[in-house]
């Protein structure tokens, strides 16, 4: 009976410990969301330390479409004496045409003035290979995937679905083609042939930047610029590529033929502002501690359960 009854004065104690313990992380939660808060309500949108000489990334990830955030960041690094070398780092199957033009001429602009290099991940296809073009030396894995040089318009004809259900659609377009392509109807001859026409001309433009950058005659472009993706070795022998490797192959290209030390640190380009950073840095803490707290209580009630 003694022994049960310090069984069960030890079990109280480690439940009053653990209660106590949660009092104190509620406090800690509240008053890093009480600082996060203060700096979101208070700190200026632009205010970031200065930073000394270094090497700027910029992280293109996911779909790529036109951000004014990014577009306006690398203005700001092209400007920037601290900035030494943009390293583009890539992991995106592509997006918008317009979105990889928009963000091709920003990087375009900063390599005027500074040494630009491009890695690629796992992915850079498509518009993901139009933002590395710029780049004066460009970087894949063996395995990555990239090219994918084409431009894709997709819709679906639902029209003899509705027919089946009987739903009848009605449309008033300003012009024949003003409705083309829609899911309510088959592509007519004259819409097919006009959005023909629209694709060829923005593959057209792509070839060009690709001839452009990669001092390739666009016929030699146009012959594998048929939509395929190729690993990261096949783009090297293609020329799409310039070497195999990542950040490390790209730093100690830089350091060798641009004259940027290695021993400068890399700083990510970030579009969001300070306080918005601020607050999802405290945001991701809180989870952190919440999720450590838990586990730790999972703890807890195991050891009482033996």
Same mark, same amino acid.
């Given at each position: 009976?003694?022994?049960?009854?310090?069984?069960?004065?030890?079990?109280?104690?480690?439940?009053?410990?653990?209660?106590?313990?949660?009092?104190?992380?509620?406090?800690?939660?509240?008053?890093?969301?009480?600082? @996060?808060?203060? $700096?979101?309500?208070?700190?200026? =949108?632009?205010?970031? /330390? %200065?930073? !000394?000489?270094?090497? &700027?990334?910029?992280?293109?990830?996911?779909?790529?479409?036109?951000?004014?955030?990014?577009?306006?960041?690398?203005?700001?690094?092209?400007?920037?004496?601290?900035?030494?070398?943009?390293?583009?780092?890539?992991?995106?199957?592509?997006?918008?045409?317009?979105?990889?033009? @928009?963000?091709? $001429?920003?990087?375009?602009?900063? =390599?005027?003035?500074? /040494? %630009?290099? !491009?890695?690629?991940? &796992?992915?850079?296809?498509?518009?993901?290979?139009?933002?590395?073009?710029?780049?004066?030396?460009?970087?894949?894995?063996?395995?990555?995937?990239?090219?994918?040089?084409?431009?894709?318009?997709?819709?679906?004809?639902?029209?003899?679905?509705?027919?089946?259900?009987?739903?009848?659609?009605?449309?008033?377009?300003?012009?024949?083609?003003?409705?083309? /392509?829609?899911?309510?109807?088959?592509?007519?001859?004259?819409?097919?042939?006009?959005?023909?026409?629209?694709?060829?001309?923005?593959?057209?433009?792509?070839?060009?930047?690709?001839?452009?950058?990669?001092?390739?005659?666009?016929?030699?472009?146009?012959?594998?610029?048929?939509?395929?993706?190729?690993?990261?070795?096949?783009?090297?022998?293609?020329?799409?590529?310039?070497?195999?490797?990542?950040?490390?192959?790209?730093?100690?290209?830089?350091?060798?033929?641009?004259?940027?030390?290695?021993?400068?640190?890399?700083?990510?380009?970030?579009?969001?502002?300070?306080?918005?950073?601020?607050?999802?840095?405290?945001?991701?803490?809180?989870?952190?501690?919440?999720?450590?707290?838990?586990?730790?209580?999972?703890?807890?009630?195991?050891?009482?359960?033996?």
């Amino acid at each position: 009976m003694p022994h049960l009854k310090g069984m069960s004065l030890e079990a109280d104690l480690l439940l009053d410990r653990r209660r106590l313990k949660r009092r104190l992380v509620f406090w800690r939660v509240f008053a890093v969301a009480a600082l @996060a808060g203060l $700096a979101w309500a208070f700190l200026p =949108a632009d205010l970031d /330390p %200065v930073p !000394a000489a270094h090497v &700027a990334r910029l992280d293109v990830r996911g779909a790529i479409t036109e951000d004014r955030r990014v577009l306006e960041a690398l203005e700001r690094a092209a400007r920037d004496s601290h900035v030494r070398a943009l390293i583009v780092a890539i992991d995106s199957p592509g997006g918008t045409v317009a979105g990889g033009e @928009a963000l091709h $001429a920003a990087i375009r602009r900063v =390599a005027q003035n500074k /040494p %630009v290099v !491009a890695t690629m991940g &796992a992915t850079a296809a498509s518009a993901g290979y139009m933002v590395a073009l710029p780049a004066h030396r460009i970087f894949a894995r063996e395995g990555t995937l990239t090219g994918s040089i084409g431009v894709i318009l997709q819709s679906f004809d639902a029209s003899e679905l509705l027919a089946r259900l009987g739903v009848r659609p009605e449309t008033v377009a300003s012009g024949t083609l003003k409705d083309q /392509p829609s899911p309510f109807r088959p592509l007519t001859p004259e819409g097919r042939a006009s959005l023909e026409q629209t694709v060829q001309d923005m593959h057209g433009l792509f070839v060009g930047m690709v001839a452009a950058a990669r001092n390739m005659e666009e016929p030699a472009v146009r012959a594998i610029a048929d939509g395929r993706v190729m690993t990261g070795r096949r783009a090297q022998e293609a020329g799409l590529v310039d070497t195999l490797g990542g950040e490390r192959e790209a730093r100690e290209w830089l350091e060798a033929e641009r004259q940027v030390p290695q021993s400068l640190p890399v700083r990510t380009i970030e579009t969001r502002p300070l306080a918005e950073r601020l607050l999802a840095t405290g945001t991701e803490g809180i989870l952190r501690v919440m999720q450590a707290q838990w586990w730790g209580q999972q703890g807890l009630w195991a050891t009482l359960a033996r």
